[in-house]
C-alpha cells in the first residue's frame, strides 16, 4: 500500500509544485535516471548531464521502462492513460553530454561518483555557469556536502539531497543541510522533495546522515557473518526479512546498491568517526577486487542473469 501511495503522489503533486520548475541531474546512472524520473513524473522539465552518451541512452531505456511500471500502477488496464502518462514524461527529459545544456534551470542534483576532488571540480564549475538564482545539490551518500561545497560561492544555495535505491519507489528524501545554507534553500528543497512524492527528513552534515549511519554498521556485521560461516547467504536474508521485517535482507540489499558502494562508505564513515565496527572486511575487499560488485555486475553474495 506505501508504495503505491508514493507513486500516485508522485504523480498527482505535479499541481503543486514549488518554485522549482526546472532541474538538471548529472549522473545518468541509476540513482541519476531515478531522481530525473521522479522529477518528470511529477511535471518538472529535466534535463540528464552525462560524459558518457552509453550511459544517457541507458538511462533513457530504463526510465522509459520503470515509467511504464509506474503508469500500470496507477491506471491500471486503462492503456490510453499509461501510454500518455508515461510518452508525456518522458518527453519532459533531455540528455546531453554537455554540463552547459544544463546550466540554466531552477535546481541541479548531482549524482556522480563518490569522489570528492571530482564532486568539488563540478560544483566549481556549476557555480560559475548556472544563473544567481539556481540551487546546487549532491545526492552523496557518505561525503561531507560542507566539504564538497567548500569551493563554491554561492555556499546559501547549496546542500544535499539523498535519494535511496530504487528511487521511484523509496519513499525517502534525506535533505541534509550544510554549515550555510539558507532557510529559504532549505524550505525550498524540502518543497521539492514534497513535490517529487517523497517524505523529507532534515539532517545536519554528519557521516552518512541517518539512513547509512545505521545500515553501515548492519550490513557489515551482516557480511561479517557470513565471512565467519555463521549462516549461509540465504539464512541470514531470510532471519532480518522474517524476523525483523525488512523488505530486503542485508546481503541481497548490498548487492542491489552495490558492494564497491559498500566499501567505500564504510572506508569514509571509519575515517571520519573512527568507530571500529565500519573497519574493512577482508571478504568484502576480495569481492569488489575480484569485480563482483553485486546485481550491476551479474556477481555479488548471489548471481544474477546478465540483463
Ligand atoms: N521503478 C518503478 N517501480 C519499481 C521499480 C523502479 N525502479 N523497482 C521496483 N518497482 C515496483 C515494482 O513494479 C513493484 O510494484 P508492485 O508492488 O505494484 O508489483 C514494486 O516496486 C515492488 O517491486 P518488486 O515486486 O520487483 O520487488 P519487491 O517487492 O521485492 O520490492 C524493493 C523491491 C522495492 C526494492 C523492496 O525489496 C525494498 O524496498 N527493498 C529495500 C530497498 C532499500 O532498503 N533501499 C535503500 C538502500 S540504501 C540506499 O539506497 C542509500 C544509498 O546511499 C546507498
Known sequence: MNKLIGLTRNFSSSSSLNGIKTVTVVGGGLMGSGIAQVAAQAGQNVTIIDVQPELLEKAQKSIQANLTRVGKKIYKTEADKIESFVKESFDRIKVSTKLEDGADVDLVVEAIVEKLDVKQELFNKLDQICPAHTILASNTSSISINEIGAGIKRKDRFGGLHFFNPVPVMRLLEVVK???????????????????????????????????????PYSAEAIRMFERGD??????????????????????????????????ILNIMLEKTGN????????????????????????????????
Not at 248 to 264: H, I, V
Not at 276 to 299: A, N, Q, S, Y
Open 231 to 264: 549462516a549461509s547467504a540465504v539464512d541470514i536474508d531470510i532471519a532480518m526479512k522474517l524476523g525483523a521485517g525488512y523488505p530486503m535482507g542485508p546481503l541481497e540489499l548490498s548487492d542491489l546498491t552495490g558492494l564497491d558502494n559498500k566499501k567505500f
Open 178 to 216: 550544510g554549515d550555510h545554507i539558507s532557510e529559504e534553500t532549505y524550505q525550498a528543497m524540502m518543497e521539492w522533495g514534497k513535490s517529487v512524492g517523497k517524505t523529507c527528513i532534515t539532517c545536519k552534515d554528519t557521516p552518512g546522515f541517518v539512513v547509512n549511519r545505521l545500515l553501515g
Open 276 to 307: 571500529p565496527v565500519f573497519k574493512p572486511i577482508t571478504l568484502l575487499d576480495k569481492m569488489v577486487g575480484e569485480g563482483k560488485l553485486g546485481r550491476k555486475t551479474g556477481e555479488g553474495f548471489y548471481k544474477y542473469e546478465k540483463k
